[in-house]
């Protein structure tokens, strides 16, 4: 029996399998480290990228579904861009633990694959304009498959860099993901004109294939993160304090970002119906994934707390400004003040997600006495912080997005019952003030530490 599953395990680690990868020797990583995971960071971007496009396609179509046959409300035109939403949220949590279950590059082509569905069922969909709503809810929900890939992708780059590169090659993967929402919005409104509805589906289609090819030609599996973390570990870190913290905060700065590029066409529509939206949307997610990897960037050189400070303000300020404009109906000012938002919103996107590994850092490095500092127990302490933190980024990056379907909902009822979405925005304003109170309380505020008085912040949070 013992022979057979050797033999099973060595038929396993065939292939695209490496088995010693140590890229935090700079002697591996200058002479094979740095060639091998950047080629595997290109292919991850791409495969990424389609995923958040398939993912929003709903977000464009709802607003051509009436020139196809279909009679819906704003309400139910806000729900086909929500339930996407939702189930990309919920996805995000099983795609997380896929890379280390099957391997990252097994998966990555799997995960590709997968987004042919809900882009046929797309193409179904817009042919049959006597679908009742349910149907269709079901079919655009299956574009949700889009959104998990963002937490498998994330969780595959990791373990390519070394502990003290990670933040560029992150950055640039999750940018390159999120810029997929903007190019839907921005490519798909004069492809309708030129083709039709339905080649909304067809498009994407054969890049999807030519990811998946990628992915399985020129990717690599890591033997050693097939040992990243395991259910248990991710339960025990759903109830750790600081994962429920930084999961409030990045409902406010990502869940911000995915609710409004979902559901900014629609807005704009209910707002100001003289104004084609289509041709504008897609400014919001460009300029909310550019400024992500600027955010994390000044959280480097600043500390990601005091970056996440000032984000939420300037994100309250920028609803006021969007309420204030609505009310007017002043489309130049509410154009202006929800790209600001976006802007903010990518921000803190980049400042959130730099605070997540540094806070169980901190926390492993105060836990072992002065002493010890330089020898095993540090090593120890800062191996477990590792796998503690990549359990914790799954969970908050699907309550994160699961935060967009909130922003959506709160858009919907304010329409439905005021016809307008002023309340909508001033009760996000009054949420983003109390994400600003929380970073302050939990990670800005000075407390007492031993015999001094200092913050997280200044731990390099």
Known sequence: ???????????????????????????????????????????????????????????????????????????????????????????????TFAPARFGGRNWTVVSALLLLVPCGLF?????????????????????????????????????????????????????????????????????????????????????????????????????????????????????????????????????????????????IKSQFPHVNGAHVIWLGALAGSLARPLGGWLADRLGGARVTVVTFLLMGAGVAAVAWAAKAGSWPLFLSAFLFVFVATGLGNGSTYKMIPAIFRARALASVPGAARGQVDEAAALASARRTAAAAIGIISAVGAAGGVLIQQTFRISIERTGGITPALLILAGFYVACTALTWAVYLRKVHVGEHRRSLAETGV
């Open 1 to 95: 029996m013992t022979a057979l599953i050797d033999q099973a395990r060595d038929v396993r680690r065939r292939g695209r399998w490496i088995e010693d990868w140590n890229p935090d020797d700079p002697g591996f990583w200058a002479s094979t480290g740095r060639r091998v995971a950047t080629r595997n960071l290109v292919v991850s971007i791409v495969t990424e990228h389609l995923g958040f496009c398939v993912w929003l396609l709903w977000s464009i179509a709802v607003l051509n579904l009436k020139s196809a046959g279909f009679a819906l409300s704003v309400g139910q035109t806000l729900w086909l861009t929500t339930l996407p939403n939702l189930v990309g949220a919920a996805m995000r949590v099983p795609y």
């Open 123 to 267: 193409v179904y969909a817009v042919h049959h304009p006597e679908l009742p709503f349910w149907a269709l809810l079901l079919i655009a929900s299956a574009t949700g498959l889009g959104g998990g890939n963002f937490a498998s992708s994330m969780a595959n780059i990791t373990h390519f860099y070394p502990a003290d590169r990670q933040g560029l090659p992150l950055g640039l993967n999750a940018a390159g993901g999120n810029l997929g929402t903007s190019v839907t919005q921005l490519a798909m409104p004069p492809l309708i004109v030129a083709a039709g509805l339905a080649a909304v589906g067809w498009v994407w289609m054969p890049l999807v294939l030519v990811a998946a090819a990628a992915a399985y030609f020129l990717m690599n599996n890591l033997a050693h993160a097939s040992s990243a973390y395991t259910p248990r570990e991710m339960a025990a870190s759903a109830r750790d304090p600081q994962t429920v913290v930084m999961s409030v905060l990045y409902v406010g700065t990502f869940g911000s970002f995915i609710g409004y590029s979902f559901t900014f066409g629609v807005l």
